[in-house]
T-cell receptor
């Protein structure tokens, strides 16, 4: 059982480049989330999805886009990368977060130079 | 707006000591509260999930309590070990939402 899988684990981007962070879960979870974690800070919600075809903004959505075409996949797109997007990105999923809480992926460490 | 605070930010204790980590939140209307552990450079591992109707949950040497009316949760670690060294995060899910708000964590170091 793979759980929540994030790729890549590490990436260095130049300012202005774009990339997609991948997140896949094999637990048939309805709810999926993207958070970022900056040093010494808690996790901030970027986007989330309550099911295929449904997405919504979190606290810090600017500079990011998401899509949810299948139950399994929830990619996060960075357009025109900026140094402020240097962070560790975590994907999480849940069957129903009100009753089961989250399961996290291992994270993607992104540096924008 | 829900705000989650964890005190202390860092804690260093000798091995074998019992310790308490604190989490407070401003809106008592919650579905649940989850405690996580994060090792340096790693992802988050779920420790305990407490539903709003529960007062406490236990797993091995860990016990988490919830007092919704006062907006507080504590994570009690018994007989601490060097392997317990990590950052502990609490996350609160406010009623009517499906997303967690996280505290900034308590960084624990257990000295051998």
């Amino acid at each position: 059982n793979a759980g929540v899988t994030q790729t890549p684990k590490f990436r260095i981007l130049k300012i202005g480049q774009s990339m997609t962070l991948q997140c896949t879960q094999d637990m048939n979870h309805n709810y999926m989330y993207w958070y970022r974690q900056d040093p010494g800070m808690g996790l901030k919600l970027i986007y989330y999805s309550v099911g295929a075809g449904i997405t919504d903004k979190g606290e810090v959505p600017n500079g990011y886009n998401v899509s949810r075409s299948t139950t399994e996949d929830f990619p996060l797109r960075l357009e025109l990368a900026a140094p402020s997007q240097t962070s560790v990105y975590f994907c999480a999923s849940s069957y129903d977060a009100r009753d089961y809480g989250y399961t996290f992926g291992s994270g993607t460490r992104l540096t924008v130079v | 707006k829900q705000e989650v605070t964890q005190i202390p930010a860092a804690l260093s204790v000798p091995e074998g000591e019992n310790l308490v980590l604190n989490c407070s939140f401003t809106d008592s209307a919650i579905y649940n509260l989850q405690w996580f552990r994060q090792d340096p450079g790693k992802g988050l591992t779920s420790l305990l999930l407490i539903q709003s109707s529960q007062r406490e949950q236990t797993s091995g040497r860990l016990n988490a309590s919830l007092d919704k009316s006062s907006g507080r949760s504590t994570l009690y670690i018994a007989a601490s070990q060097p392997g317990d060294s990590a950052t502990y995060l609490c996350a609160v899910m406010t009623s009517g939402t499906y997303k967690y708000i996280f505290g900034t964590g308590t960084r624990l170091k257990v000295l051998a």
